[in-house]
């Protein structure tokens, strides 16, 4: 069965410093991996995603995801982050060739930042 | 380009009521997909219609249901509205039928945020 796992529902960093938003997926096949954002009263934005090609993923404002298979991780990092950076942040997963049912989002994680 | 639209952005029901949500997706976008987002918690599927065709349909009662017109546009209607129906319903659109491959990126609009009372 196909899953996925925010490990934390909350990250505080403070401005400048690294961020880390971790993600834990589980599926029967090679699956493709999302992570997108979500601002306050904004919609969804696709941050990044990894469809089987090269395993460490640049996304947009300066976010990257690697995947890791032997730990069914993707994990989302930035170097330095930035007061705009604070949103809520979900990992999605979904597995090829399946129905429309089978993309699964995590249930989030709000990242703050402190000044 | 426009991006995805949906209207209205906020709405008021009473238990019981019926809705209409509507979506118009991105020009060239033949796919439209319908989430729920309950507070706190991340999208869960709905629908999703290519072509005017159902092609998914997530863990939902029969109270809700769907179509897609031949501009591509959708409607997301839910009958006998309860107070556990209140959230923010999400509308995403694609070029193509995610059946062709997982991968497809989804376009989403701001939402819609149903109450109800």
């Known amino acids: 069965a196909q899953s996925v796992t925010q490990l934390d529902s909350h990250v505080s960093v403070s401005e400048g410093t690294p961020v880390l938003l971790r993600c834990n997926y589980s599926?029967?096949?090679?699956?493709?991996l999302f992570w997108y954002v979500q601002h306050p009263n904004k919609g969804l934005q696709l941050l990044l995603k990894y469809t089987s090609a090269a395993t460490l993923v640049k996304g947009i404002n300066g976010f990257e995801a690697e995947f890791k298979k032997s730990e069914t991780s993707f994990h989302l990092t930035k170097p330095s982050a930035h007061m705009s950076d604070a949103a809520e942040y979900f990992c999605?997963?979904?597995?090829?060739?399946?129905?429309?049912?089978?993309?699964?989002f995590g249930s989030g994680t709000r990242l703050s930042i402190r000044p | 380009d426009a991006g995805v639209t949906q209207s209205p952005t906020h709405l008021i029901k009473t238990r019981g009521q019926h809705v209409t949500l509507r979506c118009s997706p991105i020009?060239?976008?033949?796919?439209v997909s319908w989430y729920q987002q309950v507070l706190g918690q991340g999208p869960q599927f709905i629908f999703q219609?290519?072509?005017?065709?159902?092609?998914g349909r997530g863990n939902f009662p029969d109270r809700f249901s769907a179509r897609q017109f031949p501009n591509y546009s959708s409607e997301l209607n839910v009958n006998a509205l309860l107070l556990g129906d209140s959230a923010l319903y999400l509308c995403?659109?694609?070029?193509?039928?995610?059946?062709?491959?997982?991968?497809?990126?989804?376009?989403f609009g701001p939402g819609t945020r149903l109450l109800v009372l």
């Open positions: 020009s060239g976008h033949k796919s």
């Open positions: 999605v997963v979904s597995e090829p060739y399946s129905s429309a049912s089978k993309i699964i």
């Open positions: 995403a659109s694609s070029p193509r039928d995610r059946g062709f491959g997982s991968a497809e990126t989804q376009y």
């Open positions: 599926s029967s096949y090679s699956p493709s």
């Open positions: 219609y290519y072509e005017k065709e159902e092609r």
